[in-house]
Structures are given as structure tokens and as C-alpha cells.
């Protein structure tokens, strides 16, 4: 369910044209509406989200493609998304009954949001028109003052969770602004509900536009949609607010247009993540949910993981993850891979799998961020809009700056074999930094260009604290080549196929430029580990045994620099 959403319910959705799954293996839902785990007989790559509305006070005509309840009979290894958070909610309120299985709640608001009051004063409320985690949408329209008779969305929620919703208003409130975002007008309550008003975008799902082409984009129209989702979850992402269910349905057009802009709703399940945190609730939507969020440690990258799920249905309109049941589902998210074998994908550029590939990776290290996605050269020539800032830049240059001067100089070896289309990004990203005129860098700079990008949900996320880490800039100034060894990911350069060129290529640089006899003694002294740490247990495979210089595998793990999984591992 959106925000906002333009479609009235309709119980007579009919199957795509040109589906691209056989009628015999869809399967019908039973006659008395429990469709647990199955797969909707209209949409062949489309799963609803697991966490149905418990709470809404009317029945409506159930759309084609809205929530069937489900009701869990049995425990699912790992646990059902929609379990967990009926569990979380009980839990989290003691006050409030409990909520009964796909039952309703009659619980009024027992708490004060300090939202405003008079929402029936204001706004005189149509139709339903979605459906969603918490609660239901409905069309409405201003009813006096200049805006009188302006249409709008308002999303009633009844307050059984009353942290999730004050934390939904709170970031649509800050977030409010974006392009590819729903204005926020205002959030209202009263004894039975909260209702949060905002732009009501008449376009239909992102959903509704995949089935009308029977499942399938070009290239070139699939580069649009995917352009407007990333630069709203990068958006998203520097602000510090992680979506955790995106999703076809999660996406509106402002209009019928095939030019209209697309929208992100529903931040029901969105929350704040400092750069340095792991969430651990599982939310989410079966088919989109990233490996990460069922081992329960996930961040930001969780958001990729949906999008690489959502490019891919777009390219070759089926589901990259597919089973008749959750626990099946989860499995294959788990261990399998996605085929890049059956048609379309040998018709599609080298550049479009590659894409879709570095979105799909199980490691959420080696992912790319919003920002990278936008820079892959599958896309970047179709994005006309400046590249936005990265979140993970800063995560890596914290982790240089805290680096032994010997890492920081593998670090540089490795930044010097970067290719044009590696180097892009970090061109774009350091010039978003605004550096003076002498191509340095400082603390200020980065003050500088966040606050140009900032909202409020950044202080909820932290944001200014992690930033107050980088402060060895402080003192001194980085110039664009530091700056290339500072903010290189060494995980996703693994990911690529010609890592080993790199990697090697990085230790003759390094070879050349100063790698020197090194005592074991004086090896972990440089990388700081503690006297507590059997560093020759540890480091002893670092060395080469003839001259004491650092061995190619020590160049490696140098470059990871020594963690506590390094030192367990041994």
C-alpha cells in the first residue's frame, strides 16, 4: 500500500497479455482466501508484502493486486517478516490488546502525538484507494482556505504501533522535498486514528506500468525508471533512512504521462541507521528482502538488493527469486543465484547484466551504493542529473584515516590501477566536495557539501557524529589522489572480474614504491594490534619467508586491514 495512490480497489484485474510465466504455473488461490505463500495467478513476478494491514476498520473490494491476508499456521525457517512484526508490536506495547490472528483492533489512541487536531474540518475524505502494513488510504480534498478542493491522499493509521507511526511521520516530514518523493502536508489524530496527508499521485503503481507492457522494458525505458528510484534512494540513504520495503508497488506516477515522475511511498517500515549501526528486524517483502536482513544484520545495502530485484523484473519480466512458500522463497534468496542464461538476458547488453549482477551480489560489502549505480556505465551517460553524494564515502575515508601508514600506501598502490569508468565516480564525488582552488580537500569542504544536502533526518541518524571521526581532516588537506585511496571500496573491486589484474598490478606498485624488510614484532605494531593478539598466529602468512617483505596474500589482507573476524579466522 502507498501513501498516496491513485487506483480505486478492483476486484476484476485481469492477467497481463504476454505473461511471461505459463498458465499451468500459476496457481489459484483457495476458496476461503488463504493464499500463504502462493503465487498470485495475475501477476507472475509480483509478491505481496507478508506484513497485511491487522487493523483497518472496513472491508473493502480487494484490488488484483493487493495483500491477501495470510495467516501463519506454522513457524518458517527463518521466521515469516509478517510474524515478526505482529510479535514486535505486542511486545513493544504492552498496554495495547493483543492483535488477533487477521484480526481487526478496536484500540483507540491511547497515547498523545502531539500531531495537529480537526482533520474532518479540513478535509472531506472519498473513496479508498489503497491498502498497505498499518492501515488504508483514501482520496480526500481540502474543503475551504486557498487550497480548497485540491485532491490529496490521506493514509489513516490506527495507532497500535505508535513509535512506527510517529517515526513515519518523521520522516516523511524531513524527507519531504525530494523530486521522486510525495509532498507531506501534515499529520493529524484523533481518538481512533492518526492521518498522514500528503500529494496524492493519480499515475498508478510502477506495478500497474510493468504488467501493461507484459512484464518487459526496453533497456532505454528501463535506465528512466530505474534513474528516478535510485536518486530517491540515495537520496534516502545520506539522510541516513533506510526504506526496508521497496518494491513495484511502493512507486506511484504523478500522472497518467508516460513522461510523469515517479514517487517512493510507504515508509511504514523505514527507519533511521547511523553509518555504523546494523538493523536487525526482518521487514520487508518476500520476494525483495536482501540475504542480509534474514541473517538479521543489514544496513542501507538491503535497499539495493530490492532494486537490483525490481531492475531485473523490469529487464526480463520474471522474478529473480522464486518459490511456492516463504521458507521456500527465503532459501533461494539465500543460496541461489539468478539465471542470466533463459531470453532476454543473451539479447541484453554486457552493461545491463553487469548492472543487474553488482546489485544482486549476497555480499552486501561488495554492492554497489545508490550512487555507484548511477555512475555504471549501463546508465550514467542517461542521467542528465548531477550525481548525488555517497554515505559510503565517508565510511571509507573514516576507515583510511584511522589506517598504519603501511595500509594507507597499499591503499594508494591500489588507487593508481583504477579504469576510467572506476575513476568517474570518485571524480564526481570529490568534485561534490567543492575543493579549493589548489585541488585539496579538508573537513570543511565535507561540513560544507552536506549541509547543502541535509534534513533532519540526518541528526536521527547521526549523521554528525560519524562525520566527527573524520576529524584528523581537520588539520590537514587531501588532494585527489589521497582521496582516490581513501574512498575505494576494496570489497567491491573484489566483486569485479579482473580483481586479480588489480590486485596484482597494486603489489608491483607496491613492490617498486617501498616495500621494505618488515619484523612480524614491528608488523603488528603498525596495524595496531594489542598485546593480547597471537599476532604470529595471525601474521605469520603475511611475510615472505626469504627477504621479510610483505608477501602478495599480506598485500591482500593489508589491504582489508586486521579485524576482529581476521584475528577469529586464524
Known amino acids: 500500500m502507498g501513501l498516496c495512490?491513485?487506483?480505486?480497489?478492483?476486484?476484476?484485474?485481469?492477467?497481463a497479455q504476454n505473461s511471461p510465466l505459463p498458465a499451468s504455473e500459476s496457481i489459484?488461490?483457495?476458496?476461503?482466501?488463504?493464499?500463504?505463500?502462493?503465487?498470485?495467478?495475475?501477476?507472475?513476478f509480483f509478491s505481496p508484502s507478508p506484513a497485511h494491514s491487522f487493523f483497518s476498520k472496513k472491508t473493502p473490494a480487494t484490488s488484483g493486486n493487493s495483500t491477501p491476508k495470510r495467516f501463519f499456521k506454522r513457524?518458517?525457517?527463518?521466521?515469516?517478516?509478517?510474524?515478526?512484526?505482529?510479535?514486535?508490536?505486542?511486545?513493544?506495547?504492552?498496554?495495547?490488546?493483543?492483535?488477533?490472528?487477521?484480526?481487526?483492533?478496536?484500540?483507540?489512541?491511547d497515547k498523545s502525538f502531539g500531531f495537529s487536531k480537526g482533520f474532518s474540518s479540513k478535509y472531506e475524505v472519498g473513496e479508498?484507494?489503497?491498502?498497505?502494513?498499518?492501515?488504508?488510504?483514501?482520496?480526500?480534498?481540502?474543503?475551504?482556505?486557498?487550497s480548497k478542493g485540491l485532491q490529496v491522499a490521506v493514509k489513516m493509521t490506527t495507532a497500535i504501533a505508535i513509535e512506527d507511526v510517529r517515526r513515519e511521520v518523521k520522516i516523511l516530514r524531513a524527507l519531504s522535498g525530494h523530486n521522486n518523493l510525495p509532498h507531506f502536508y501534515d499529520a493529524y489524530e484523533d481518538h481512533d486514528n492518526v492521518y498522514i496527508v500528503m500529494e496524492l499521485c493519480e499515475g498508478g503503481e510502477l506495478l500497474d506500468r510493468i504488467l501493461s507492457r507484459?512484464?518487459?522494458?526496453?533497456?532505454?525505458?528501463?535506465?528512466?525508471?530505474?534513474?528516478?528510484?535510485?536518486?530517491?534512494?540515495?537520496?534516502?540513504?545520506?539522510?541516513?533512512?533506510?526504506?526496508?520495503?521497496?518494491?513495484?508497488?511502493?512507486?506511484?506516477?504523478?500522472?497518467?504521462?508516460?513522461?510523469?515522475?515517479?514517487?517512493a511511498i510507504d515508509f511504514g517500515?523505514?527507519?533511521?541507521?547511523?553509518?555504523?549501526?546494523?538493523l536487525n528486524d526482518i521487514v520487508g517483502s518476500a520476494y525483495y528482502v536482501a540475504p542480509e536482513v534474514l541473517h538479521r544484520s543489514y544496513s542501507t545495502e538491503a535497499d539495493i538488493w530490492s532494486v537490483g530485484v525490481i531492475v531485473y523484473i523490469l529487464l526480463c519480466g520474471s522474478r529473480p527469486f522464486w518459490a511456492r512458500t516463504e521458507s521456500g522463497i527465503f532459501r533461494a534468496v539465500l543460496k541461489a543465484d539468478p539465471t542470466f542464461d533463459d531470453t532476454p538476458w543473451?539479447?541484453?547488453?554486457?552493461?545491463?547484466?553487469?548492472?543487474?549482477?553488482?546489485?544482486?551480489?549476497?555480499?552486501?560489502?561488495?554492492?554497489?551504493?545508490?550512487a555507484q549505480a548511477l555512475s555504471h556505465p549501463w546508465i550514467k551517460d542517461s542521467n542528465d542529473a548531477k550525481l548525488p553524494l555517497d554515505i559510503l564515502v565517508f565510511k571509507l575515508m573514516r576507515a583510511y584515516l584511522r589506517s598504519s601508514s603501511l595500509r594507507k600506501a597499499a591503499l594508494r598502490a591500489l588507487s593508481k590501477t583504477l579504469t576510467v569508468d572506476e575513476l568517474f565516480y570518485l571524480r564526481e564525488q570529490f568534485a561534490l566536495l567543492e575543493p579549493s582552488k589548489n585541488g585539496t580537500i579538508s573537513l570543511e569542504n565535507i561540513k560544507s557539501a552536506l549541509?547543502?544536502?541535509?534534513?533532519?533526518?540526518?541528526?536521527?541518524?547521526?549523521?554528525?557524529?560519524?562525520?566527527?571521526?573524520?576529524?584528523?581532516?581537520?588539520?590537514?588537506?587531501?588532494?585527489?589522489?589521497?582521496?582516490?585511496a581513501a574512498a575505494l571500496s576494496v570489497h567491491q573491486l573484489e566483486a569485479l572480474d579482473r580483481w586479480e589484474q588489480h590486485a596484482r598490478c597494486a603489489y608491483e606498485l607496491f613492490e617498486k614504491e617501498g616495500n621494505r624488510p618488515i619484523m612480524i614484532d614491528e608488523l603488528a605494531s603498525e596495524l595496531g594490534l594489542g598485546p593480547s593478539v597471537p599476532v604470529h598466529a595471525v601474521l605469520h602468512d603475511w611475510l615472505r619467508h626469504t627477504d621479510g617483505k610483505l608477501s602478495f596474500l599480506g598485500f591482500v589482507k593489508l589491504l582489508h586491514g586486521v579485524s576482529s573476524r581476521t584475528i577469529k579466522a586464524h
Open 5 to 15: 495512490h491513485s487506483k480505486p480497489p478492483s476486484s476484476d484485474r485481469v492477467p
Open 28 to 44: 489459484k488461490p483457495p476458496p476461503n482466501g488463504d493464499n500463504e505463500g502462493k503465487k498470485s495467478p495475475f501477476f507472475p
Open 75 to 109: 513457524p518458517f525457517p527463518p521466521p515469516s517478516p509478517a510474524k515478526h512484526i505482529r510479535a514486535v508490536l505486542a511486545r513493544r506495547h504492552g498496554s495495547v490488546k493483543a492483535i488477533p490472528e487477521g484480526g481487526e483492533s478496536e484500540v483507540g489512541l
Open 128 to 146: 479508498e484507494v489503497g491498502r498497505g502494513h498499518f492501515g488504508y488510504t483514501c482520496a480526500a480534498k481540502f474543503k475551504k482556505g486557498d
Open 214 to 263: 507484459g512484464g518487459k522494458y526496453t533497456e532505454e525505458d528501463a535506465k528512466t525508471v530505474m534513474i528516478q528510484i535510485l536518486n530517491v534512494v540515495a537520496f534516502c540513504h545520506l539522510q541516513g533512512v533506510v526504506h526496508r520495503d521497496l518494491k513495484p508497488e511502493n512507486f506511484l506516477y504523478t500522472s497518467k504521462e508516460d513522461t510523469s515522475q515517479l514517487k
Open 269 to 278: 517500515l523505514s527507519d533511521y541507521v547511523r553509518p555504523d549501526e546494523r
Open 346 to 370: 543473451p539479447l541484453l547488453s554486457s552493461e545491463a547484466r553487469d548492472f543487474v549482477k553488482r546489485l544482486l551480489n549476497k555480499d552486501p560489502r561488495r554492492r554497489l551504493t545508490a
Open 451 to 484: 549541509m547543502k544536502m541535509a534534513t533532519d533526518a540526518m541528526k536521527d541518524s547521526r549523521i554528525p557524529e560519524f562525520l566527527a571521526q573524520l576529524s584528523a581532516l581537520k588539520y590537514r588537506r587531501m588532494d585527489f589522489e589521497e582521496f582516490c
